[in-house]
């Protein structure tokens, strides 16, 4: 059993920056890929990034690359999202995810557990 527990959301102008952290509870955190997805009003959920088990691997959609970068501490079991470079287009709730697989933690699908998510606003 993994518990999931973000932080870090709020309310930025565009162009600005955030971290969000997700804080994991459980022995087995560092055998788990770990996500990040976001869903905005109204929209489905979407992938983000993913990191896998030992932080050697990562991807992105492309809507974020060049200006998010997805790293996690296995010691502190947390995964982190740094955010540069916000748009308004990338206000939403974002949700950390831990899966089995590096591709099972790009698809909601296949994700295993959830965090609550915390949000994160982007003015313009």
């Known amino acids: 059993q993994v518990q999931l527990v973000e932080s870090g959301g709020g309310l930025v102008q565009a162009g600005g920056s955030l971290r969000l952290s997700c804080a994991a509870s459980?022995?087995?955190?560092?055998?788990?890929?770990m996500g990040w997805f976001r869903q905005a009003p109204g929209k489905e959920r979407e992938f983000v990034a993913a990191?896998?088990?030992?932080?050697?691997?990562?991807y992105y959609a492309d809507s974020v690359k060049g200006r998010f970068t997805i790293s996690r501490d296995n010691v502190k079991n947390t995964v982190y999202l740094q955010m540069n470079s916000l748009k308004p287009e990338d206000t939403a709730v974002y949700c950390c995810?831990?899966?089995?697989?590096?591709?099972?933690?790009?698809?909601?699908?296949?994700?295993?557990?959830w965090g609550q998510g915390t949000q994160v606003t982007v003015s313009s």
């Open positions: 990191i896998s088990w030992s932080g050697g691997s990562t």
């Open positions: 995810a831990a899966a089995r697989g590096f591709a099972q933690a790009m698809a909601t699908l296949y994700v295993d557990y």
């Open positions: 459980g022995r087995t955190f560092s055998s788990y890929a």
